[in-house]
């Protein structure tokens, strides 16, 4: 696949984990925070330089309130571009899901 560099965050009870690979050559990739359910990074490609923070949400209500209390963490300190891509790992209708334990 091309990647050599990679971060992980490693799966807890029922969540999946979260990986991040990238080529070398092309973007640096330094660790700025993480925790079980998210990884925040800042990528620098030439002299542009921006932050990646990647998601996948506790269904727990508890870990999710801790989740959202970091995001607004690092937004209010955000001054840089700045990608989210969030699994909040939750649906707006019951229509929505497949699959699973019944809501």
Request: proline share 4%; charged share 20%; no cysteine.
């Amino acid at each position: 696949m091309g990647f050599d560099k990679w971060l992980i965050v490693d799966a807890v009870g029922f969540a999946r984990g979260i990986w991040l690979l990238w080529d070398s050559s092309i973007v640096s990739i330094t660790e700025v925070d993480r925790s079980p359910q998210f990884l925040h990074v800042r990528a620098q490609t030439g002299r542009d330089a921006w932050f990646l923070t990647t998601v996948y949400a506790s269904p727990a209500l508890v870990q999710r309130r801790e989740l959202l209390a970091s995001i607004r963490s690092i937004a209010e300190d955000m001054g840089d571009p700045w990608f989210l891509a969030v699994d909040f790992n939750s649906i707006l209708l019951p229509s929505d899901k497949m699959g699973g334990s019944t809501l």
